[in-house]
């Protein structure tokens, strides 16, 4: 199996799972009302294999996203980890799902990236995120401009 780097999420993909028709979305940076709601709806659930360290005794389940993870196992804050990480946008292309999804990865081959692997995707995600930001100034600007235009005349 390739590791996490060698394969990455497209510009598209990020868009489609950031903004999906008519759901909520599972990727919420920034917006921690988001995730506070989120949280609220997760539930305990048959046992299944944890969507971000792979760990194959997680029993919660993200009732908005329908992913399992590891949620708050034990008296350590540590577990609480993978309910963040699952909604993380850094974190976009390399869960369980999004491997499976994306490059086709056959089920029982996931492994946890690393944290150089981490890193590089959340730079890889952070150029999208940016280039969302440049192109809504862009449109922004052109609409104040044709504005101005037409009051102009």
Known sequence: MADHVTFQVLH???????????????LFSGNLDLLKNHS???VKNNRATCQVCGKKYAFYVCTICN??????????????????SLHNDNQFGLINEDWKKY????PG??????????????????NFMTNIGVICCIVFNCLIIAIIIIFIH
């Open 12 to 26: 598209h993909q990020y868009l489609d799972d950031k903004n999906p028709r008519g759901i909520d979305t599972c």
């Open 40 to 42: 609220n709806f997760f």
């Open 67 to 84: 992913l399992h993870c590891c949620f708050k196992a034990d008296h350590k804050m540590s577990s609480i980890s993978c309910s963040i």
């Open 109 to 126: 081959q996931y492994k946890k990236p690393n944290t150089l692997e981490t890193k590089k995707n959340a730079a890889h995600v952070l």
């Open 103 to 106: 490059f086709g990865d056959k």
